[in-house]
């Protein structure tokens, strides 16, 4: 998306304390609050896609033999008021024989450079860490 394209979107409320949220364009909707995700688990799981896409984009450009990918995530939430993170942690189990030095690289670009939900967290004051394993 070119910069200064603007995104739109709806929630829109059901009953009691659930809400459907949908953007425009998407194909999609998420079920919020009863019955749903919450939002802030929602951003948690923004950042594992947002990391997931680049390392499969990357990996693949690098002609590296990538044959699966699960990105696990964890959280932890500030005490007071706002509720923020201040701590993620990011495990990518990376299937296929993919060279470790490449691995590690994709991670880093993306974590330092491309993945957009990520550097939001962390321009709140979070801090967030990661580690990487490859199964052949």
């Given at each position: 998306?070119?910069?200064?394209?603007?995104?739109?979107?709806?929630?829109?409320?059901?009953?009691?304390?659930?809400?459907?949220?949908?953007?425009?364009?998407?194909?999609?909707?998420?079920?919020?609050?009863?019955?749903?995700?919450?939002?802030?688990?929602?951003?948690?799981?923004?950042?594992?896609?947002?990391?997931?896409?680049?390392?499969?984009?990357?990996?693949?450009?690098?002609?590296?033999?990538?044959?699966?990918?699960?990105?696990?995530?964890?959280?932890?939430?500030?005490?007071?008021y706002p509720r923020i993170y201040h701590k993620m942690h990011i495990h990518y189990r990376i299937?296929?024989?993919?060279?470790?030095?490449?691995?590690?690289?994709?991670?880093?670009?993306?974590?330092?450079?491309?993945?957009?939900?990520?550097?939001?967290?962390?321009?709140?004051?979070?801090?967030?860490?990661?580690?990487?394993?490859?199964?052949?």
């Amino acid at each position: 998306m070119p910069l200064g394209d603007e995104v739109k979107g709806k929630v829109e409320w059901v009953k009691d304390y659930q809400f459907i949220g949908s953007l425009d364009g998407d194909k999609c909707s998420v079920i919020l609050g009863d019955g749903g995700i919450s939002p802030m688990r929602l951003l948690l799981l923004s950042v594992a896609g947002c990391t997931a896409y680049d390392i499969v984009m990357m990996l693949k450009k690098m002609r590296e033999p990538i044959e699966g990918l699960e990105v696990e995530i964890s959280g932890e939430r500030r005490d007071e008021y706002p509720r923020i993170y201040h701590k993620m942690h990011i495990h990518y189990r990376i299937k296929g024989n993919v060279n470790p030095e490449k691995a590690k690289r994709a991670i880093e670009l993306s974590q330092d450079k491309y993945c957009s939900a990520s550097a939001h967290i962390k321009l709140s004051g979070a801090k967030v860490t990661y580690t990487f394993e490859i199964i052949e």
